[in-house]
């Protein structure tokens, strides 16, 4: 319908635009108002909530009308999602804490305190968040990471948590395992390359299975400056250990 200053006061212009109304609620035609010298606070009441584009520039403007009459999107094409989005995990955190974590999980090689630290500025670059984004994440991911001055480092708890959304093994899982031989086997090793050797598993999946122990309090550990890859040089069975594996069972 076309509206300018001399017909919007038509009666048969509102007949039509009654006419069109209805049309439009009943999901039988596509009702544009088009203004032409005419501007958007002459509408009625009825139409200002509506598209009504504007003959101003006609070659311009009537391409316009063509494409919104066919419903094709006045938005510009979406380029590619941020990498937070991409991701489909459900591991019970946003997408935006959840994009952070995956980031040290791929980062860390040995996964040890300190292992890596990234600037907050850098994470932001990495995952495509905000830096408010990555802000809220960090709140999320309080104890798992910490901010020093700018600067993120990741702790045991964030591995043992998110590695079995991004990695072939769950620290848990690898925890209990390891619980289990100690309590079970007494010929078990109880240092870490000799346990790694016996399950054929690197540092970087050993560790979190002995963070998950150790920060939960079911083994005694050892500890010392140097430990090299590991995160302790020595574990212990307790009384927790069998409580624990028992309570597995």
């Known amino acids: 319908m076309l509206l300018t200053p001399q017909s919007i006061n038509k009666p048969w212009v509102n007949q039509e635009m009654d006419a069109g109304l209805i049309r439009k609620i009943e999901e039988r035609a596509r009702f544009i108002p088009v203004r032409k010298d005419l501007a958007a606070s002459a509408l009625p009441p009825l139409l200002r909530g509506m598209l009504s584009p504007e003959l101003a520039n006609f070659d311009k403007d009537i391409r316009q009308l063509i494409a919104d009459i066919?419903?094709?999107s006045r938005k510009p094409p979406l380029g590619p999602a941020p990498a937070a989005a991409q991701r489909n995990v459900s591991s019970g955190y946003s997408p935006a804490a959840?994009?952070?974590?995956?980031?040290?999980?791929?980062?860390?090689?040995?996964?040890?305190?300190?292992?890596p630290m990234l600037p907050v500025e850098q994470v932001a670059e990495i995952t495509g968040l905000s830096e408010d984004d990555v802000a809220d994440a960090l709140y999320e991911l309080k104890g798992m990471i910490e901010d020093y001055h700018g600067t993120l480092i990741p702790q045991?708890?964030?591995?043992?948590t998110f590695d079995k959304h991004f990695k072939d093994w769950d620290p848990a899982a690898d925890a209990l395992c390891l619980a289990a031989d100690l309590l079970n086997d007494p010929a078990f090793p109880r240092e870490p390359h000799e346990i790694a050797a016996r399950y054929d598993?690197?540092?970087?999946?050993?560790?979190p299975a002995f963070s998950?122990?150790?920060s939960r309090k079911l083994v005694h550990c050892l500890t010392h400056l140097g430990m090299g890859p590991w995160v302790a040089v020595h574990l212990e069975k307790n009384d927790a250990?069998?409580?624990f594996v028992k309570s597995r069972q």
Not at 156 to 160: A, G, N, V
């Open 70 to 72: 066919h419903g094709v």
């Open 98 to 115: 959840t994009a952070v974590a995956k980031l040290f999980v791929e980062r860390t090689e040995n996964a040890v305190h300190h292992d």
């Open 156 to 160: 045991p708890e964030l591995l043992t």
């Open 201 to 207: 598993w690197l540092p970087r999946r050993l560790n």
């Open 212 to 214: 998950y122990l150790i």
């Open 241 to 243: 250990t069998r409580r």
